[in-house]
């Protein structure tokens, strides 16, 4: 079954350290990933998706099949990246289209 | 923002009352989709649609069902609320794959409370 997991449900780093955010998954396919992030009083956007290789707002997530992970990672936390962050699978296999997200890891950046 | 718009913002009942939660797009965007946020569980998917009168069940649908007339509008209803249906509820859209666009847009939410 399509499944990801995200096993820290807080993480807690100093302002200038570096953050990363575990995210596995267990996909039978070509999977397509991304990282959905939510910050206080605002909605649930995407940050970033595998496919476009982008770096948005200094975070990057690389791919690897090998270890079926998809972490998310920045050199240098800044305060305002204190937010809710999802990992998330598209799942086309089973027709239509859905999109199953993890449970989720709480950042929180301290001055 | 991309244009949905939820409603109610805010909604209390009592157990064993009928809810409907509306979802409205301006974006003409084929999917639809219901979501609920709980805390240790991230979201988890209710239902979806990828057309009109085109539904499906997502990961926790029972005591759910939703219904899709038009392209703008995507009904979710719990037809007899019971506690654990208490959750902060979220549409979300999208073009779909076939539009290269995989990428969901998601509304304010709705914060429901079952007493």
């Known amino acids: 079954a399509q499944r990801v997991t995200q096993p820290e449900k807080l993480l807690s780093v100093f302002k200038g350290a570096p953050v990363e955010l575990k995210c596995n998954y267990s996909?039978?396919?070509?999977?397509?990933l991304f990282w959905y992030v939510q910050y206080s009083r605002q909605r649930l956007q995407l940050l970033l998706r595998?496919?476009s290789r982008e770096s948005i707002k200094g975070f990057t997530a690389d791919l690897n099949k090998g270890e079926t992970s998809f972490h998310l990672k920045k050199p240098f936390a800044q305060e305002e990246d204190s937010a809710m962050y999802y990992c998330?699978?598209?799942?086309?296999?089973?027709?239509?289209?859905?999109?199953?997200f993890g449970a989720g890891t709480r950042l929180f950046v301290k001055a | 923002d991309a244009g949905i718009t939820q409603s109610p913002r805010h909604k209390v009942t009592e157990t064993g009352t009928p809810v409907t939660l509306r979802c409205h797009q301006t974006?003409?965007?084929?999917?639809m989709y219901w979501y609920r946020q709980d805390p240790g569980h991230g979201l988890r998917l209710i239902h979806y649609?990828?057309?009109?009168?085109?539904?499906d069940k997502g990961e926790v649908s029972d005591g759910y069902s939703v219904s899709r007339s038009k392209t703008e509008d995507f009904l979710l209803t719990l037809e007899s609320a019971t506690s654990s249906q208490t959750s902060v509820y979220f549409c979300?859209?999208?073009?779909?794959?076939?539009?290269?666009?995989?990428?969901?847009?998601f509304g304010s939410g709705t914060q429901l409370s079952v007493l």
């Open positions: 979300a859209i999208s073009p779909g794959p076939q539009s290269g666009n995989e990428k969901l847009f």
């Open positions: 996909y039978s396919g070509s999977p397509e």
């Open positions: 595998h496919i």
């Open positions: 998330a699978l598209s799942d086309s296999n089973t027709g239509g289209f859905k999109t199953i």
């Open positions: 974006e003409n965007h084929r999917y």
């Open positions: 649609s990828y057309g009109v009168k085109d539904t």
